[in-house]
């Protein structure tokens, strides 16, 4: 199935997510340009896909780099930011299950799971939940 566009993909993430950066929360448009942030670095191996797409602004675009997003999430606290966890959840099981739809990515799965492994590490579910 063809995706969208790489504009019509950024415009549908602000209106899924809310027009805020993934990892600062500051509000997108006008002085801070929404970029299109990829969950799974495409050097990782992360598709171009709707499911693999966030917007985030152009500096923590650029500060993030390759560095993998579980990982920057914690950065991102460090530097006393206040990143969106639910969405990064959101989209890496979202994507998890787009992969298991549409097959392939065998870079991507592996690194993916330990991703959400971590995560889930981070935030226990409640016994019995
Ligand atoms: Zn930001």
């Keep these: 199935m063809p995706q969208p566009d790489r504009a019509a993909r950024l415009t549908a993430a602000l209106d899924r997510d809310g027009a805020t950066c993934i990892w600062c929360g500051r509000a ?17 191996g992360g598709p171009s896909w709707a499911e693999n797409e966030v917007a985030a602004c152009r500096r923590c675009n650029a500060a993030r780099g390759h560095v993998a997003p579980v990982e920057w ?57």
């Design 28 to 44: 997108l448009g006008g002085l801070v340009p929404a970029s299109t942030e990829h969950v799974v670095p495409r050097v990782k």
């Design 73 to 129: 999430l914690e950065e991102c606290r460090r530097r006393g930011w206040s990143p969106d966890e639910p969405r990064l959840e959101r989209t890496l099981t979202g994507l998890a299950a787009a992969i298991a739809e549409r097959g392939g990515q065998r870079r991507a799965r592996p690194y993916l799971d330990a991703q959400l492994r971590r995560l889930n590490r981070r935030a226990p579910r409640a016994a019995g939940a």
